[in-house]
């Protein structure tokens, strides 16, 4: 068994290799998507798309027999599933049972396949304009993550409370009178999950507390605490991942080093999150979990190869040279101190994110507050070590994200050959950052793309860069399957399908517009010449 100090100095030895299968290089259509040049070829894109890293939602088999609570149709048909936010890119090789991106089916597990979220859910942005749909791979993702859960359990419920429908769903799975109980089991815990995670304020599309989520899923749930809970109520947007795997630092905060084994471990922590188990009362060395490790690491190294998209001209208007050129002036005086410019032509940038205090940017407050100031009891865990294998131990009461790392690095540990293996295959050099230990801040990143990150801010609470410019930001806005403002840079207030969108009220906990007022007294002109510039990146 190899302590986590050794992964990480065996992780500085090699660098991550992949599929060097040339990329698409130029945009090309799946299935009613227009998908961009972003260095990734077909088969990365796919693997991207449907590799699962550990979520289980429900047996595979179940997700495609399932009927929708209120009728006969199947859950899983295309039409239902774009009523989430997510995008279908239709049957392939990589994908045979026609799931929308974001939602992949384990490896066969004993003969048992289940579907859950991968990293695509969350990170996949979807642009409307006149007719056309882009597809943003690394993009936010306009998933509506609350109503998909909520509306998975009543399926499963109303399967378990109609006779016929229950009579059709066992007849589809050719399956016994075990079938009852399975399905009442995991109706019930997939109920007691969103109870755990139930909030006042509902999220919308585009969002989730991630933190928040995953500190009840080890804090309450894992180690069986229940007064450990806490609302999770700080979502915010899907972040971008084009220039992630290459910063110093990641997470809004700015609160997980990025260098070493750091990515596998905060990949572990997410896949616990959402639909994840973990077994802290194993026998052996770590902790029984379902986090895939292997495919962590191929997940990784397709999220360094990825670039920002670029503005496509031939779809949404020909950028301005002129004005753009006025307007990287702006920039340099303006932005730049903290948003740090990427060369998207250089594969192997090493970024710095640029940490700014809370009481500086005057965004809302709620997220940087809630990581920082929550603790919890240990529990289980009283005594062990936070390192598992090393560093200091847990008292009867720590840092909820201490308890975080513990239990995601004993899931990593539970198959330390498997770990040492995904780390080496998705090292990448980035630089070095220490542990942030007063992450009361918020992160300036890199721009690139950011034409194509709307609703913007941390906590997705403005819905254009022309209204982060501005100090009178909309107080309420639709985000969603809404048309896409070229002018404005980001969410016009067209919406194309009701349906399909939800409306984000800055006046509620947690959804602050206000702050982050740098841009703001410029002039008009030189105002539409950085949005101009912005576009370029």
């Given at each position: 068994m190899l302590p986590a100090s050794i992964l990480l100095a065996t992780s500085l030895l090699l660098a991550g290799c992949g599929n060097d299968e040339?990329?698409?290089?130029s945009p090309r259509t799946a299935s009613g998507l227009t998908l961009l040049n972003q260095d990734?070829?077909?088969?990365?894109?796919?693997?991207?798309?449907?590799?699962?890293?550990?979520?289980?939602?429900?047996?595979?088999?179940?997700?495609?027999?399932?009927?929708?609570?209120?009728?006969?149709a199947r859950f899983s048909r295309p039409d239902n599933l774009s009523r989430f936010g997510f995008a279908s890119a239709g049957p392939s090789p990589a994908n045979p049972h026609d799931l929308p991106i974001g939602l992949a089916s384990t490896p066969p597990d004993q003969g048992e396949q289940w579907v859950g979220l991968g990293c695509s859910a969350c990170h996949s942005g979807q642009v409307y304009y006149r007719g056309e749909r882009l597809h943003i791979d690394g993009g936010q993702a306009l998933v509506d993550f609350q109503l998909f859960e909520r509306e998975v359990i009543a399926a499963l419920r109303a399967t378990l409370a109609d006779a016929g429908k229950f009579q059709r769903f066992a007849q589809t799975l050719h399956a016994g009178p075990e079938l009852r109980q399975a399905l009442q089991a995991r109706s019930e815990r997939l109920s007691a999950v969103a109870a755990l995670n139930a909030t006042h304020v509902a999220y919308g599309r585009g969002r989730l507390d991630a933190f928040g989520q995953i500190f009840n899923a080890v804090a309450a749930d894992f180690l069986a605490i229940p007064e450990?809970?806490?609302?999770?109520?700080?979502?915010?947007?899907?972040?971008?991942?084009?220039?992630?795997?290459?910063l110093d630092l990641v997470q809004w905060n700015g609160s997980a080093p990025n260098a070493g084994p750091g990515p596998l471990v905060q990949n572990a922590t997410t896949a616990l999150a959402v639909f994840g188990d973990l077994n802290i009362h194993g026998d052996g060395m770590g902790y029984g979990s379902t986090v895939e490790i292997e495919n962590l690491s191929t997940i990784q190294d397709l999220w360094y190869r990825l670039k920002a998209p670029a503005w496509p001209q031939a779809t949404l208007g020909t950028i301005d040279s002129a004005l753009a050129q006025q307007g990287a002036t702006i920039y340099q005086q303006q932005c730049q101190a903290c948003h740090a410019l990427s060369d998207q032509q250089d594969p192997d940038r090493e970024l710095t994110a640029k940490l700014v205090a809370v009481e500086a940017v005057g965004t809302d407050s709620t997220m940087a507050s809630n990581f920082t100031n929550a603790r919890s009891r240990s529990g289980a865990f009283e005594g062990k070590k936070l390192m598992y294998v090393g560093g200091a131990a847990l008292g009867a009461e720590a840092p909820t994200i201490e308890l975080v790392v513990h239990a995601a690095l004993g899931a990593l540990l539970e198959h330390p050959w498997e770990a040492i293996k995904a780390g080496l295959y998705s090292f990448h050099k980035v630089l070095s950052a220490p542990l942030h230990e007063r992450p009361y801040d918020y992160k300036a990143r890199p721009l690139s793309g950011i034409w194509a990150s709307a609703p913007?801010?941390?906590?997705?609470?403005?819905?254009?860069?022309?209204?982060?410019?501005?100090?009178?930001?909309?107080p309420r806005f639709a985000v969603g399957k809404v048309?896409?403002?070229?002018?404005?840079?980001?969410l016009s207030d067209q919406v194309l399908d009701e349906a399909q969108v939800s409306r984000f009220d800055t006046r509620q906990p947690g959804n602050g517009n206000g702050g982050h007022l740098y841009g703001t007294a410029l002039a008009e002109a030189d105002k539409r010449a950085l949005i101009e510039y912005l576009k370029t990146l």
């Open positions: 040339p990329a698409t290089t990734w070829n077909d088969q990365q894109r796919e693997t991207a798309w449907y590799t699962s890293f550990g979520s289980r939602i429900v047996p595979l088999p179940w997700f495609l027999a399932l009927e929708e609570a209120d009728s006969q450990n809970r806490h609302e999770p109520d700080a979502p915010v947007s899907y972040p971008v991942l084009w220039d992630a795997a290459h913007y801010l941390h906590n997705g609470s403005v819905p254009t860069l022309a209204a982060l410019l501005s100090t009178e930001r909309p048309e896409f403002d070229p002018q404005a840079v980001g």
